[in-house]
């Protein structure tokens, strides 16, 4: 448990400070200024940017988000959940959502929870 308070700690470290970097290889690279973190992370398989090419720093990253970054972080950069799509417990997290597999894993280990016992509100 010690454990996985640390590595929650990390992780939502890092998800604050994407809030403020953007790198080279994104279209809105231009609105940030620290292209280095960014450049490591998006090589680790941390984050992906949005399908439209985007970073998009001054946005606030998602509950599904979240669970995509904490999974990847977890198991090593390896951003592959499809061992854990499946039935979800959450009515939102629908068969075929983008994080559903994330958010199952995450759910699954104790770190995250819903905002009720049958919500995630992923889009949070």
Known sequence: MKNLKKVLALVLAFACAFTMFAGAAFTDSADVSQTEAVDMLTALGVIDGYEDGTFRPEA??????????????????????????????FTDVYSGHWAEGYINFCYANGIVAGKSTTKFAPDD
């Open 60 to 89: 606030t990253i998602t509950r599904a988000e979240a669970a995509k970054m904490i999974f990847t972080i977890w198991n090593g950069g390896n951003d592959n959940a499809s061992a854990f799509v499946g039935k979800s417990v």
